[in-house]
Nanobody
């Protein structure tokens, strides 16, 4: 069955770094666009970063540009989110999402909590 398993979240001080990972199984990972979303308490879920199926192109939300970097390893069926210079406003549940628009197929992980606090 399809699985997206996020890991790497935790508590970090402002200015610190974390690297999130999302391991995929049960579908052809290399054909899917991969996304990282986040949702803070009381707020809507927002797209943080997106990477093409081949990894050739990426997009990052303005709020994280220059601090976060999405990448993927299709040989390992894994997508990453490197988060540097973390701010308290980055505190949220972070979700991995696989997307194939042509197939109208979308899969979600269970999320990993990131808390930025001193």
């Amino acid at each position: 069955q399809v699985q997206l398993v996020e890991s790497g979240g935790g508590l970090v001080q402002p200015g610190g770094s974390l690297r999130l990972s999302c391991a995929a199984s049960g579908f052809t990972f290399s054909l899917y666009i991969m996304n990282w979303y986040r949702q803070a308490p009381g707020k809507e879920r927002e797209l943080v970063a997106r990477i093409a199926s081949t990894g050739a192109s990426t997009n990052h939300a303005d709020s994280v540009k220059g601090r976060f970097t999405i990448s993927r390893d299709n040989a390992k069926n894994t997508v990453y989110l490197q988060m540097n210079s973390l701010k308290p406003e980055d505190t949220a549940m972070y979700y991995c999402c696989a997307e194939h628009p042509a197939l109208r197929s979308t899969f979600w992980g269970q999320g990993t909590q990131v808390t930025v606090s001193s």
